[in-house]
């Protein structure tokens, strides 16, 4: 599954982005997908699953500000980002997977598309 995710780029703190990912010729309806990020010097990160059945599942520290969302019909995922930090700022990656996208097995990644942040 190729995906490939876009949207991001330079913003201030307490603006707004809107990423998103596709997967050409693929039905998302059919993958647990979601979005991961990496800053500079740390581990890649869990962000935000929205699963199959249309669960949406969130990490602490996004909670309340990210918002993940898909449209089957246009085979697209998106992720809402509001009120941005500067710890916000990372390479966001589009997964998606046969399974629950936090385990590592059956996992397909976007390129990534980098969020800056920063006045």
């Known amino acids: 599954v190729q995906l490939q995710a876009s949207g991001g780029g330079l913003v201030q703190p307490g603006d707004s982005l809107r990423l998103s990912c596709s997967a050409p010729?693929?039905?998302?309806?059919?993958?647990?997908t979601g979005w991961f990020r990496q800053a500079p010097g740390k581990e890649r990160e869990f962000v935000t699953r929205?699963?199959?059945?249309?669960?949406?599942y969130y990490a602490d520290s996004v909670k309340g500000r990210f918002t993940i969302s898909r449209d089957n019909a246009k085979n697209m995922v998106y992720l809402q980002l509001n009120s941005l930090k500067a710890e916000d700022t990372a390479v966001y990656y589009c997964?998606?997977?046969?399974?629950?996208?936090?385990?590592?097995?059956?996992?397909?990644w976007g390129q990534g598309t980098q969020v800056t942040v920063s006045s």
């Open positions: 929205s699963s199959r059945s249309g669960n949406t």
């Open positions: 010729g693929r039905s998302f309806s059919t993958y647990d």
């Open positions: 997964v998606a997977s046969i399974n629950d996208i936090r385990l590592p097995a059956g996992r397909y």
